[in-house]
T-cell receptor
Framework: DVKVTQSSRYLVKRTGEKVFLECVQD?????MFWYRQDPGLGLRLIYF???????EKGDIPEGYSVSREKKERFSLILESASTNQTSMYLC?????????????FGDGTRLSIL | AQKITQTQPGMFVQEKEAVTLDCTYD???????LFWYKQPSSGEMIFLIY??????QNATEGRYSLNFQKARKSANLVISASQLGDSAMYFC????????????FGTGTRLQVTL
């Protein structure tokens, strides 16, 4: 089974802090994704990566950056956390470009910015 | 414009009954895929079922089936013989094949199974 592991289930940080959310997958997947989930808005894509050191902006990249130095690890960075970044963050990975490959998700990180 | 629309914020169904969760989509790409995910209160997203735009038959996976009506651009999830453990949020998502495996999600439907 695919395992996508997010480093924290719950995280509390202060406004202005630099925040790192880590995600690791164990199935050699090429693609990795970061989403945020807010009530009534569904999942919105922040950034994704289709290869090591490659990244592309999703629908809501403002205030975030990402890093993919190794194939199995994809980090989401909040450069200067703000209260409107309080949310549930979900990491996902998928295999190659095959059209029918689902994304596999981690358990999520509930981030609170005070 | 919304690419994925789930018009039912919440649904109730009695145990052992069937339930249909609605999903409509909007795309001009002839090649696309549709996915359904389940999210229990614990938070993890669980992949349920996939339908490709060129698939001739409706997808089925155990108690889950997808009622795919291409002309109407709808991909409704049908859960047969509902169980208490089916209570969760359900998300419909679409991948357009020119978009590097990105998924676009709907806003979800919360299903509550009652005794």
């Amino acid at each position: 089974d695919v395992k996508v592991t997010q480093s924290s289930r719950y995280l509390v940080k202060r406004t202005g802090e630099k925040v790192f959310l880590e995600c690791v997958q164990d199935m050699d997947h090429e693609n990795m994704f970061w989403y945020r989930q807010d009530p009534g808005l569904g999942l919105r894509l922040i950034y994704f990566s289709y290869d090591v050191k490659m990244k592309e902006k999703g629908d809501i990249p403002e205030g975030y950056s990402v890093s993919r130095e190794k194939k199995e690890r994809f980090s989401l960075i909040l450069e200067s956390a703000s209260t409107n970044q309080t949310s549930m963050y979900l990491c996902a990975s998928s295999l190659g470009t095959s059209s029918n490959q689902p994304q596999h998700f981690g358990d999520g990180t509930r981030l609170s910015i005070l | 414009a919304q690419k994925i629309t789930q018009t039912q914020p919440g649904m109730f169904v009695q145990e052992k009954e069937a339930v249909t969760l609605d999903c409509t989509y909007d795309t001009s790409d002839p090649s696309y895929g549709l996915f359904w995910y389940k999210q229990p209160s614990s938070g993890e997203m669980i992949f349920l079922i996939y339908q490709g735009s060129y698939d001739q038959q409706n997808a089925t996976e155990g108690r889950y089936s997808l009622n795919f009506q291409k002309a109407r651009k709808s991909a409704n999830l049908v859960i047969s013989a509902s169980q208490l453990g089916d209570s969760a949020m359900y998300f419909c998502a679409m991948r357009e094949y020119g978009t590097a495996s990105k998924l676009t999600f709907g806003t979800g439907t919360r299903l509550q199974v009652t005794l």
